[in-house]
């Protein structure tokens, strides 16, 4: 279920000449070179920090120089050879690193078009949009999915931020790392709270939106407060407030882990190489200690005033046509909560309730799940 993230912060980089060529060589595109040369120099970012008021605010022309280049921010690897992956795309899935805010937040793409951000929650990864993103692509959209800080080896946030406005402004940033100046966002779970805050700060920047799995406005937090049923459900968010909380999610090979999708999406089961994948991903070094600080911060607000004010700007009303899903048997939340949303998107929300869905209905439902995604994604668009 969906917490927060980090702030901003990143040094100024350069490298050599070679460096740069190799990056001219590697880059896919013309979007892919506006991208870095807008990078470059990098400016110095500020750090956005969020408050959170507790749990009724919870979820809520190319020109350059190639001398100028950092090698490290971009790398790309075709998954057609990354067997350790466990992909079957058969190339159309890559991977690479885009270096936004401080951090070289590993992606994956697929496609190309209007750039779409695929945004993972807990506990999931970036990788398991690997379907979706290839549904996307053969509808002609450039599908990307990154990984949220504190997701992988070496991408603790660099201000220990995990909230709201802090994914809220990653994911802004990296829109613009990958030379865009828009874009439609997809979210689910934790990656829904990071879309919500994006497009409630920044509106200009996001086309359209997609949530899944978790409600915005103030009646999923007073659940939290309120409603015993809930409360019951979100007993892993408690348990995360404790001190040997890392160690017991990795206890016995994360069957807790294992625990919380059987439970949010009944009947629903990863298969052998999704669930090893994600695993690898939760063992890397760090990555439980910063998916855990999600949660812990989720009930602390920050006692600054601006960094309070940032949270508030990161949940405000939205103005940007949006989309909602939520499953009828989600274990995580109760669809319920997601009624009434409406008034919170003035632009318009479309709200459906899939049945025989969970928590993870864009998984459970590929299918069904990428049909209307891509049909309101497409609507409106006078060409590709």
């Known amino acids: 279920m969906a917490p927060e993230a980090g702030g901003l912060g990143d040094p100024e980089q350069s490298a050599s000449s070679e460096g740069g060529t190799k990056q001219i060589e590697g880059a896919r595109n013309r979007r892919e070179l506006k991208a870095l040369s807008r990078q470059l120099p990098a400016q110095k970012a500020r750090f956005y920090q969020p408050n959170n008021c507790v749990a009724l605010r919870l ?3 190319l020109s350059f120089n190639p001398s100028e280049i950092d090698s490290s921010m971009v790398s ?11 992909l079957s795309s058969e190339g159309k899935v890559r991977r690479r690193s885009v270096h936004a805010n401080g951090l070289n937040f590993p992606i994956y793409e697929a496609g190309q078009g209007p ?8 506990p999931d990864h970036a990788r398991s949009w690997a379907p979706i993103l290839e549904r996307l692509a053969r509808a002609g959209f450039w599908a990307v999915a990154p990984a949220l800080r504190g997701y992988w080896d070496g991408g603790a946030a660099p201000d220990g931020n995990y909230r709201a ?3 809220g402004r990653d994911v802004l940033e990296i829109i613009v790392a990958l030379g865009e100046e828009q874009a439609d966002l997809v979210g689910h779970d934790l990656g829904a709270r990071a879309a919500y805050a994006a497009a409630s700060m920044d509106a200009s920047k996001v086309h359209k939106l997609v949530g899944i799995a978790v409600p915005y406005g103030p009646k ?14 979100s007993w892993y968010m408690f348990l995360f407030q404790m001190h040997f909380a890392e160690r017991a999610v990795q206890l016995n090979d994360f069957a807790l882990i294992d625990r919380l999708w059987r439970e949010w999406s009944p009947g629903f089961e990863l298969s052998s190489t999704d669930r090893a994948a994600l695993k690898e991903t939760l063992g890397q070094k760090g990555v439980i200690k910063e998916a855990l600080a ?4 989720l009930f602390t607000p920050p006692n600054d005033e601006r960094l309070k004010e940032l949270e508030s700007q990161a949940t405000s009303v939205i103005r940007v046509p949006s ?4 499953g009828a048997e989600d274990g995580c939340i109760s669809a319920e909560f997601s009624e009434g949303m409406e008034a919170a998107f003035p632009l318009g929300l479309t709200r459906i309730v899939m049945k025989d869905a969970g928590h993870f209905l864009h998984l459970e439902r590929p299918d ?4 209307q995604v891509i049909a309101f994604l497409s609507d409106g668009r006078s060409s590709f």
């Open 165 to 167: 406005s802090a994914i």
């Open 220 to 233: 999923m937090g007073a659940a939290f407060v309120e409603n015993g049923d809930q409360q019951r459900r």
């Open 59 to 61: 979820f809520s022309s």
């Open 76 to 86: 790309n690897t075709d998954l057609s050879t990354e067997q350790s992956d466990g």
């Open 323 to 326: 989309l909602y899903f939520h």
């Open 294 to 297: 999600y949660y812990r911060q």
């Open 115 to 122: 750039l779409v951000l695929c945004l993972h929650g807990f």
């Open 368 to 371: 069904a799940f990428s049909d």
